[in-house]
């Protein structure tokens, strides 16, 4: 018999035990080293849970809630006898097995799926025990304050804003102008926290990678001052070379989620450039000697990124664009609006992604618009390649130069060829 023959309440009932087995694996390993008696549950007990809550799912309420009942007295009665031993004060283990018997009933009431995936996701954060708590051990009170503010940013103003259309030609919905700051100060949090974290333990590159999600140009001009006082070590110029990538990338996702349709096209544009600076950061990593003396704290100093007056400021500067942009297509048509794109994308790249967003998706075309967003994209790689020149000179400042320039060339040529 093939398993579409079988009847639904077997089959989910086979996912109810699958999501115990899973969770009870991570469980029973976690603990395969503990005393025989010492464990409140193993890989059986979480599968005979997962069973047990899509068993119950399935009878009369009233049995159903006996049953439960009934599990949940047991695992509270182990954890209190396993709680009076010495240094044995967790209570994850019973967590995780009263959760196990929810996903099993979930399973058996007609959602599998949501059933397993929630078990996967038990399963990592349980798995996750230590290098979670090395993360909080390393964190400190900005960073603690910084997790709040976003909290506020994303999980109350968001949803309190209003998703519709308003303004002068309907140019500015509140909503989608939160959702930019949420997503923009996200992204730079991370790069926040990871930098952070990699200065000084993980090694130049990496600090400047984690440093480039918040200001690559930051990174840039801080890399270049230290080339300059080590211009025969090639470390710093392929960290600036590197943080070009990131700086690339950034945009690239941010494009995919406010404005897909023009992704395919700048994809192209910027591939050049984003392959040359990938190549160059290999080749750079390559001539690196293994114990480089120029590998010694690096730190870019780069503020918190969760300013609440920084992330409202920049929810003005996307809607003034966002109405320049919606003024500019009634009143002079495609063209303008690609120079004046061009222009405010000199300022803020981020800006000009989200006034291409805002449009109305048939009023440019995706090529043009890709387009417009390039120029300033390959003008800042410009801009960094003099930043390196200036500050780190040309002894030092040449190598990773070239690596800029060449990849703002090529793909300046590419889009040329394709325009």
């Known amino acids: 018999m093939s398993i579409p023959d079988l009847p639904s309440a077997l089959v989910n009932l086979g996912y109810a035990g699958a999501a115990g087995l899973l969770i009870g694996l991570e469980r029973g390993w976690t603990l395969r080293e503990g005393a025989q008696g010492s464990r409140v549950a193993g890989v059986r007990t979480f599968t005979l849970l997962g069973l047990g809550g899509g068993i119950s799912a399935l009878l009369p309420p009233l049995l159903a809630a006996i049953l439960i009942a009934g599990f949940g007295l047991s695992l509270i009665a182990g954890y209190v006898l396993i709680a009076r031993q010495p240094n044995r004060q967790s209570i994850t283990a019973t967590i ?31 798995a996750s025990r230590q290098p979670l708590h090395r993360w909080l051990r390393g964190m400190h009170e900005p960073e603690i304050r910084a997790g709040a503010r976003f909290a506020v940013i994303a999980f109350v103003l968001l949803p309190l804003a209003p998703d519709v259309a308003m303004g002068p030609y309907a140019a500015w919905n509140p909503h989608k102008l939160w959702l930019i700051v949420v997503l923009v100060s996200g ?34 001009v801080t890399l270049a001052r230290r080339l300059d006082a080590a211009p025969k070590s090639s470390l710093f110029g392929t960290a ?58 690096t730190s870019i100093p780069i503020g918190n990124p969760l300013d609440l007056g920084a992330a409202i400021g920049l929810a003005l500067v996307v809607a003034l664009a966002s109405l320049a942009g919606h003024w500019i297509l009634a009143r ?28 109305p998706a048939d009023r440019i075309p995706p090529l043009a618009a890709a387009g417009a967003l390039t120029v300033p994209v390959l003008l800042n790689m410009l801009a960094k390649a003099g930043l390196t020149l200036g500050f780190a000179g040309y002894r030092g400042g040449y190598r990773p130069a070239l690596w800029l320039g060449a990849g703002a060339a090529l793909s300046a040529a590419t889009l040329v060829a394709m325009l």
């Open 187 to 220: 992204l730079s949090f991370v790069g926040y926290l990871f930098h952070a974290r990699a200065a000084g333990r993980r090694g130049v590159v990496v600090t400047a990678l984690a440093a480039a999600v918040v200001s690559s140009t930051v990174a840039t």
């Open 96 to 126: 995780a097995a009263l959760s196990t018997l929810g996903l099993g009933a979930l399973a058996t009431a007609g959602a599998p799926d949501i059933a397993i995936a929630g078990a996967a996701t038990i399963t990592i954060v349980l």
């Open 332 to 359: 002079f048509g495609n063209l303008a609006l690609g120079v004046v794109l061009a222009l405010i994308g000199l300022f803020d790249v981020d800006a000009a992604v989200f006034t291409i967003a805002g449009l």
């Open 240 to 297: 600036i070379v590197a943080a070009n990538i990131i700086m690339l990338m950034r945009i690239l996702v941010i494009v995919a989620m406010f404005a897909p349709s023009i992704l395919p096209h700048l994809t192209i544009f910027l591939a050049p450039a984003l392959g040359l600076s990938v190549l160059g950061s290999l080749l750079g990593l390559r001539h690196i000697p293994v114990e480089d003396p120029a590998e010694t704290e």
